[in-house]
Nanobody
């Protein structure tokens, strides 16, 4: 079954931290570079971070560089996003998918709200 399930979001104060997880089916995850994306209200979905299959190369959007860390566990087909020093502008629904050739069946996403 082709599946992406994001979790770990929530309400956090500015400066706080969250760790997102994405459980993926092997057909989506295994052997592919993976990414985190986010979509804020009224805005287009944007790429946040990506990681190669072997975890050797990671890339980040300028807006999150130095605050977010992407990682993966290939044995568990799971992608992670550690988010530190969160800002109100990080508020969005966060999704995971392949970096290249994303599957059409996106997960439900996980809501991250940064507010005092």
């Amino acid at each position: 079954q082709v599946q992406l399930v994001e979790s770990g979001g929530g309400l956090v104060q500015p400066g706080g931290s969250l760790r997102l997880s994405c459980a993926a089916s092997a057909t989506i995850f295994s052997g592919y570079a993976m990414s985190w994306y986010r979509q804020a209200p009224g805005k287009q979905r944007e790429l946040v971070a990506d990681i190669t299959n072997d975890s050797k190369i990671t890339n980040y959007a300028d807006s999150v560089k130095g605050r977010f860390t992407i990682s993966r566990d290939n044995a568990k087909n799971t992608l992670y996003l550690q988010m530190n020093s969160l800002k109100p502008e990080d508020t969005a629904v966060y999704y995971c998918n392949r970096r290249w050739h994303p599957v059409d069946s996106w997960g439900q996403g996980t809501q991250v709200t940064v507010s005092s």
